[in-house]
């Protein structure tokens, strides 16, 4: 079950509310997440009590973006465990929620391993749930450290693909804090450019049709006092052609073992005129998004959204008159192609910038070797 409540406040970090918290309020342990559906219009959180509720808020995107998605299924399995109900069973549906971002399974499978290995142990359901507790806290605490570590790295990469001076970057999507346990992957590169005083300019795509650019990367963008400019994804085009984009910087939601990159649908198109225009295209994503058991790019389950999404505009402050809950801005019954993601292979992507480091350039060899030294860390 989830019930919501507002909040408001005057200080500037990129939202009053963390994307994600743990909570143990007298009635039982909650997951608190920042409903992602609200903004820019307001602050509003959800509260989860089960994994039902969890699963609701991935699929409707309250939650959302790859390596958030995997502390949420971390979390959502430690909550059916602290709650008592069938941790397998819950573990299964968080996992399905959403196909594409390999992190979601990654966290719901590492805290799932930490209450079966606690159980095996002490046979104790009580200290099984503490472990599966310990597994999500430590997922969300490495990943705020790997998002510092992309941060610093992807601006290593920038000062030497680029000349001296203020870089003008493109992003498609969200990657920014409400997308980590952090301050993200790819935004997070851009906000450390910013804070070093070389972001020339942030331009953000607003990524149809759910507007994760104009929403939530526009509003961490403002929040952070970043020199941003919002364009429509169709728009990207003529920017490339006139010389004002330097590097292109997206997240990814999946690697596949061939460097083939799932992520946001329009990011292929920018590394198709970033390629056309000699500019570099870079992924950032921590290494756990890198699946060694995807082989290729046409491996990837590639997510289908619902048609609504496109036929109506449905963010929530606009008035409600579709039959998908939205304006329609197409004819009842148009149907729509709405795939959530797209994939870029390998040779369109300059690099992919990892909290190990950048992989430049993107081979299926240079991805063992990377994914062996982090297992040694
Ligand atoms: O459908 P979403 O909003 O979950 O998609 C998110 C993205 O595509 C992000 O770019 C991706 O998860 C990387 S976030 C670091």
Known sequence: MADQHAQSGEDKRPTEIPAIRWEEPPEGPVLVLLDQTRLPVEEVELVCTD?????????????????????AGAYGVALAAARGFDVEDAARAIEGARPTAVNLSVGV???????????????????A???????????HQEDA???????????????????????RILTHCNSGSLVSGGEGTAFAVAL??????????LWVDETRPLLQGARLTAYEAARHGMAYTLLTDNAAGSLFASGEVDAVLVGADRIAADGSVANKVGSYPLAVLARYHHVPFIVVAPVTTVDPGTPDGASIEVEQRPGFEVTEITAPQVQVTGAGGGIPVAPLGTQAYNPAFDVTPPELVTAIVTEEGAVSPVTAEALVELCARSRQV
């Open 192 to 201: 450390a450019a910013h804070r070093q005083g070389r972001l020339r300019r």
């Open 129 to 139: 749930a503490t472990a599966a507790l310990a597994a999500a806290r430590a997922l």
């Open 145 to 167: 450290a790997a998002s510092a570590r992309m941060a610093a790295h992807g601006l290593a990469l920038l000062d030497e693909l680029l000349p001296a001076g203020g870089h």
């Open 51 to 71: 994994a039902p509720a969890l699963v609701e808020a991935i699929r409707t995107l309250a939650v959302r973006g790859a390596p958030l998605l995997g502390i």
């Open 109 to 127: 499978r590492r805290a799932e391993a930490a209450h079966r290995a606690a159980l095996g142990t002490t046979g104790d359901p009580t200290a």
